[in-house]
């Protein structure tokens, strides 16, 4: 009589076990193809940085009609001990015309640091239009204890910026990317 009752017990229990390992099977899967549903969100809204990335400048005559005011912010994370500040909080662009700005760094740490600058954009639809020809955030910067130093960054603003846009506010987060190791040697 007991092995009829465990008989759909066990059956259910069948049933359940595929259940979760679909389950599972399902958010492995999903984890996988979040990466690059990730990129694809960041390249059409331009959050978290990402932009068309490098761009080639070609001498082109700027749209003159319009001026775009572009606002430059810089945030340091609290675990990253440098000053970090654009030379210009803003300046006014025309479209279609490559400009220079500087950012200053400073390391207040007795030892060397290596920092990455992420860049975000407000709103996040201009930057389908900011293009970037030269910058510091394409790579790892390496200051030594004390080092200060100024990094350009190169860019123009599309033409086909949509006339709604006459502000753009790039933002820059600096985080600390020291390895581990070298910050275990420094320590020692």
Not at 49 to 77: C, W
Request: net charge negative; charged share 20%.
């Amino acid at each position: 009589m007991s092995d009829i009752n465990q008989q759909p017990e066990q059956d259910k229990n069948k049933v359940m076990t595929r259940k979760l390992v679909m389950v599972v099977l399902i958010m492995l899967a999903f984890g996988f193809a979040m990466i690059p549903l990730y990129d694809v969100f960041c390249e059409i809204t331009g959050l978290n940085g990402k932009s068309n990335g490098l761009a080639v400048y070609e001498q082109q005559e700027p749209d003159t009609s319009r001026e775009i005011t572009v606002q430059f912010m810089t945030i340091t994370k609290n675990d990253m001990p440098w000053d970090f500040q654009p030379v210009q909080t803003q300046i006014k662009v025309y479209p279609g015309k490559e400009y220079e700005v500087n950012f200053r760094v400073k390391n207040r740490a007795g030892k060397a640091i290596v920092g990455q600058a992420i860049p975000s954009f407000s709103p996040n639809l201009v930057s389908q239009y900011f293009n970037k020809t030269e910058c510091f955030c394409f790579n790892q910067q390496t200051l030594a204890a004390g080092e200060t130093e100024e990094m350009p960054m190169r860019f123009f603003v599309d033409k086909d910026l949509p006339e709604k846009y006459d502000t753009i506010t790039l933002a820059y987060t600096l985080h600390n990317v020291t390895p581990a190791e070298q910050q275990t040697q420094a320590a020692d």
